[in-house]
């Protein structure tokens, strides 16, 4: 029987963000610049009202400006694109965020073109999406980042692993296998239309949830000794009752069989604030030089 390692997102976002303290500090003292990030909230989800205040306190922590607009859920379109305009023309403001998902009577895709791609420290706008398809420098989606790291730190090299993402999104499966194929992995990105799902995860040496279903990866769909990197952060409510977080894989079937698993919550997703702080220090000094 394996035994299955627990791969710790909490502490190594932890870390990253102690380090980024002291590049902040650096820059700071050797340009007279803070790093700005301004995030924008429309409307009261929830789940977003929280990743917001978790993002304005972990970038004042990092000794960075941070910027905070809440717009009301019925906010028109033109206003939204005329708080980004604004906030591209402000030489205080290294980075923007607009946070996901957007009420649905605005067009998601419109505000992040709008986006200055300079500032676009999630790496939404299709020029960051493009530089990183043909291998150019760019800001890289923060989950996706995230997620390398992890398994550059559990792995080491990736060449010529077999990766299996499944879930094709723009935020996360796309930006995912592009950032593996530089890490000259071998890539399948699978989806709901993929033949034979469980079969293409068997062959993964590296396997990653980033589809939204709760527990929909079984534990029988995974190579043993196989990584898995788990995106998946559903909200559903347990037989007791009780709401819980759980993630794309069934973590409990996955013991004994993977080599290495992330946690839901405590894997993926501290690391995807910890990106962004590392993206906003990125798009700072790339605005300077
Ligand atoms: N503009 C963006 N919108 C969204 C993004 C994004 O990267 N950019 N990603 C997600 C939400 N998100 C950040 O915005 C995010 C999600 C989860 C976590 C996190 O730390 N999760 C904890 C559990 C937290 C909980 O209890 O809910 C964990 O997994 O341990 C941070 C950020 C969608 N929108």
Same mark, same amino acid.
């Given at each position: 029987m394996i035994e299955t390692r627990l791969i710790d997102g909490k502490a190594f976002a932890e870390t990253m963000r102690a380090r980024l303290k002291g590049e902040v500090a650096a820059f700071i003292k050797e340009t007279g610049v803070t790093p700005g990030l301004a995030v924008v909230l429309v409307g009261e989800d929830p789940a977003s009202a929280v990743y917001v205040r978790n993002k304005g306190k972990q970038t004042l922590e990092a000794g960075m400006a941070s910027i905070e607009h809440k717009l009301p859920a019925e906010a028109t379109q033109d206003e939204v694109l005329a708080l980004v305009r604004a906030l591209n023309a402000d030489?205080?403001?290294h980075g923007i965020l607009v946070q996901l +998902?957007? +009420? /649905?009577?605005? !067009?998601a895709q419109a505000v992040l073109a709008t986006i200055d791609p300079a500032k676009d420290v999630d790496g939404f706008h299709v020029v960051n999406a493009g530089r990183l398809a043909v291998g150019l420098d760019a800001l890289v989606p923060c989950t996706p980042l995230g997620c390398v790291m992890l398994l550059k730190d559990t792995l080491g090299s990736l060449a010529g692993l077999e990766a299996v993402v499944v879930g094709r999104s723009n935020i996360v499966g796309k930006p995912l296998a592009q950032l593996l194929l530089r890490e000259d992995c071998t890539v399948t990105l699978a989806?709901? $239309?993929?033949?034979d799902l469980p079969a293409v995860c068997r062959r993964a040496d590296i396997l990653i949830g980033a589809? /939204? $279903?709760?527990?929909?990866? $079984?534990? !029988?769909?995974i190579k043993p000794g196989a990584t898995v990197i788990d995106v998946g952060i559903n909200r559903i409510t347990g037989a007791d009752g009780k709401g819980r977080l759980v993630g794309d894989v069934a973590f409990e079937e996955a013991q004994g069989i993977a080599g290495a698993i992330t946690p839901v +919550?405590?894997?993926?997703g501290p690391m995807t604030i910890a990106c962004l702080l590392a993206n906003t220090l990125t798009a700072a000094r790339r605005q300077l030089t």
């Open positions: 030489p205080a403001v +998902p957007l +009420p /649905g009577h605005i !067009d989806h709901s $239309r993929t033949r589809v /939204g $279903r709760p527990e929909m990866i $079984r534990g !029988d769909w +919550p405590g894997g993926v």
